[in-house]
């Protein structure tokens, strides 16, 4: 089994651009995260899912935008980046609400 | 939404040593996972103890739960170079829906062979 995959793995984007970042599993997990990492501020949650076709927004949603159209996919959109958004993106995801989350290697952003 | 704090931030140890860190939290948990990240790298699962636990272990791993202190431990045994690492706990809320889990800066470990 892959686990869960993130794709890219890095990017550079000038500021104002746009782009999604796309997460797989394949372990037919209900539950989905995306979360940013930054120097000294752990993981903070970005959007999550608790089933196919949902969304909610997690601790610092603003910028970004998410879609769980499939139950294996959940991408994570940034309609216009800005430097602010440079970061270690990781998704995850788990089978029930309980945790026990599985992580993707994750995704290097860079705006300038 | 739940968040884990651990403590210290970072600890540093000779190799073959043993090696404690902690998590507080502030409400009421389901279970309490512990989780280590590589240098670079995504979030592995390491171990996940149930709010009627007071202790479990995974080999040179154990963690405990106080529930009446919101806090729990991670010790790892005779540690080796290849646990250094950052770690993190993450508290997970009871009830049936599902609560944010943020998980805190972590304790970064440094074993020295």
């Given at each position: 089994n892959a686990g869960v995959t993130q794709t890219p793995k890095f990017r550079v984007?000038?500021?104002?651009?746009?782009?999604?970042?796309?997460?797989?599993?394949?372990?037919?997990?209900?539950?989905?995260y995306w979360y940013r990492q930054d120097p000294g501020m752990g993981l903070r949650l970005i959007h999550?899912?608790?089933?196919?076709?949902?969304?909610?927004?997690g601790e610092v949603p603003d910028?970004?935008?998410?879609?769980?159209?499939?139950?294996?996919?959940?991408?994570?959109?940034?309609?216009s980046a800005a430097p602010s958004q440079t970061s270690v993106y990781f998704c995850a995801s788990s089978y029930t609400r309980e945790g026990g989350y599985t992580f993707g290697s994750?995704?290097?952003?860079?705006?300038? | 939404?739940?968040?884990?704090e651990e403590d210290p931030q970072?600890?540093?140890?000779?190799?073959?040593?043993?090696?404690?860190?902690?998590c507080s939290y502030k409400t009421s948990i389901n279970n309490l996972q512990w989780y280590r990240q590589n240098s670079g790298r995504g979030l592995v699962h390491l171990i996940l103890i149930r709010s009627n636990e007071r202790e479990k272990h995974s080999g040179r791993l154990r963690v405990t739960l106080d529930t009446s202190k919101k806090s729990s431990s991670l010790l790892i045994t005779a540690s080796r170079a290849a646990d250094t690492a950052s770690y993190f706990c993450a508290p997970?809320?009871?009830g049936t829906s599902y609560d944010k889990?943020?998980?805190?800066?972590?304790?970064s470990l440094s074993v020295i062979p």
């Amino acid at each position: 089994n892959a686990g869960v995959t993130q794709t890219p793995k890095f990017r550079v984007l000038k500021t104002g651009q746009s782009m999604t970042l796309l997460c797989a599993q394949d372990m037919n997990h209900e539950y989905m995260y995306w979360y940013r990492q930054d120097p000294g501020m752990g993981l903070r949650l970005i959007h999550y899912s608790v089933g196919e076709g949902t969304t909610a927004k997690g601790e610092v949603p603003d910028g970004y935008n998410v879609s769980r159209l499939k139950k294996q996919n959940f991408l994570l959109g940034l309609e216009s980046a800005a430097p602010s958004q440079t970061s270690v993106y990781f998704c995850a995801s788990s089978y029930t609400r309980e945790g026990g989350y599985t992580f993707g290697s994750g995704t290097r952003l860079t705006v300038v | 939404s739940q968040q884990g704090e651990e403590d210290p931030q970072a600890l540093s140890i000779q190799e073959g040593e043993n090696a404690t860190m902690n998590c507080s939290y502030k409400t009421s948990i389901n279970n309490l996972q512990w989780y280590r990240q590589n240098s670079g790298r995504g979030l592995v699962h390491l171990i996940l103890i149930r709010s009627n636990e007071r202790e479990k272990h995974s080999g040179r791993l154990r963690v405990t739960l106080d529930t009446s202190k919101k806090s729990s431990s991670l010790l790892i045994t005779a540690s080796r170079a290849a646990d250094t690492a950052s770690y993190f706990c993450a508290p997970v809320a009871g009830g049936t829906s599902y609560d944010k889990v943020i998980f805190g800066p972590g304790t970064s470990l440094s074993v020295i062979p």
